[in-house]
């Protein structure tokens, strides 16, 4: 919902006083009815007081909403979002007075499924905050549970603020630069971007800049003419011309050598181009989506890379985490491959093994755990994917792992109380970590009202 169709609707609520009833809970639901996806008004002490059919046919199955808190509803809280360690969209408009936008897992009859919370503060005539209206975007490019498809899957905190990044970017025009190691899955990333925005149902064309030579390059991209060189025996459509439509997604940029990158800045710069070969200008119409595993500000600095180009493409860079980066999604990872690899969907890897692979830094991503579960079934016997069957590289990254840990000069097999060793981990993890202390408090399965006590005691 933009917000101009916000206002509109809080125009037909401008009688609307809560205390008062003035407008009828049943009353209050028809508004919320024009609104397509699940819908709520919230008053001020979190309770929910009216909702739509869509936000019913989600959230109401077995039990009335009506009367409930929002956290309870979303996410069976006993306390508000931020006191479980979340950031609260409702708090968040509270203190800003401003619509307000927070990624969330919520729970559904479908399992727990991400949602784009869209909050809104809702005044009377005389500008008094009355409540809430909250608009559930529901996030279809992406799942946090196991399932068939190839679309992205993940629940951590690294992937949830991708996610957000993605889903802000994509129902813009705005050219997307996705920065991340190989096999971390920005082709994935980059559908998603696609299947968020206006161009969702034209094409979607990717372009493996690796793999292109500069003499292919421009047939490639811009297509040619017949004629135009040896072996042209007829005209052959570009990649540009059969994006057109759609989205356009340069698949390792950094590969592009230097002639090209000029070409390539004409045609984002004027959105026009010519065949090989041939005269009359062509107009392009495509989004741009570019992504790389290189370090393109580096290049830059050493000449192997047009400066005007990267700022070009650069316009909304989002960085990919990598598998070590979000680690607990490997469980999740491991049982969605399985659900998709032929013939996977009866395995299971066993819990030695994925101790193993918790302990693995994964140099190829996801890609590589995909390799490495396609080898295990087809070592195991018995449909469970032990130890045994891992590659060598694993179990030697778990014997030097075993051998070498140590907290604080403590090693893990020396008997010590545990909160003195409790102690000394947080110590070490807490100055070592780059995040903030909510994402540590989710990464360590604790609120962040609880690690914040710890960490008081530290000091």
Known sequence: MTDVTVLEWQANMTELKVPDKQVSLPELATLLDVIQEPATIISLDYEILACNQAYRSIYGEGDAVIGRTCFDVSHG?????DQAGESCPLKRCQESGQRQRVLHLHNTPKGEEHVDVEMNPVKDADGNLIGYLEIMHLVKEARATPGEGDGMVGRSHAF????????????????VLLLG???SGKELAARAVHDGSARARGPFITVECSGLTESLFESELFGHERGAFTGAVGRKKGLIEAARGGTLFLDEIGEIPLPQQVKLLRLIETGTYRTVGGIEPQHADFRLVCATHRNLKKMVEEGRFRQDLYYRISAFPVVLPTLADRSEDLELLINSLLARIPGGESYTVTEAALRVLRDYAFPGNIRELRNILERGMLLADDDRIGVQHLPQECLESDEQISSSVSISGIALDEVIPLDQLERYYLQRISAKFKGDNRALAEQLGVSERTLYRKLSKLK
């Open 77 to 81: 809280y006993a306390v508000p979002c």
């Open 160 to 175: 949830s603020k991708m996610l957000e990044m993605l889903r802000r970017a994509a129902p813009s025009g705005i050219t």
């Open 181 to 183: 190691e190989s096999g």
